[in-house]
């Protein structure tokens, strides 16, 4: 079972709505902070959002602040990321990530050291 699992991506249209969802319940050490990350063709990993365990700190990027929510569910095991009037740019592949040791929530990608395998999220215009 893998630490982390992203679902909820597809094609949608610009100014639609998708929810991610990573499973966090094959993560087996502790945690401190969940992050989504996205990397388009040809580019690094950008930081998109990221929750404290305990859900008081959230951070957005610049780019999607006022458009995206992330959320957790810790009965579920579960963290989202509701991403609402997307646009052509926001198409890429996501990834959650988990940090062990972070003190604060990062968009550095080194600052997290499990990753899930990802989702294509794809908008058109």
């Known amino acids: 079972q893998l630490p982390l699992v992203e679902s909820g991506g597809g094609l949608v249209q610009a100014g639609g709505s998708l929810r991610l969802s990573c499973a966090t319940s094959?993560?087996?050490?502790?945690?401190?902070?969940i992050a989504w990350f996205r990397q388009a063709p040809g580019k690094g990993h950008e930081g998109v959002s990221c929750?404290?365990?305990?859900?008081?700190?959230?951070n957005y990027a610049d780019s999607v602040k006022g458009r995206f929510t992330v959320s957790q569910d810790n009965t579920k095991n579960t963290v989202y990321l509701q991403m609402d009037n997307l646009k052509p740019e926001d198409t890429a592949i996501y990834y959650c990530?988990?940090?062990?040791?972070?003190?604060?929530?990062?968009?550095?990608?080194?600052?997290?050291?499990?990753w899930g395998p990802g989702t294509q999220v794809t908008v058109s215009s």
């Open positions: 929750i404290s365990k305990s859900g008081d700190r959230t």
């Open positions: 094959g993560f087996t050490s502790d945690y401190y902070y």
């Open positions: 990530a988990a940090s062990s040791f972070s003190s604060f929530c990062s968009f550095y990608s080194t600052s997290y050291d499990t």
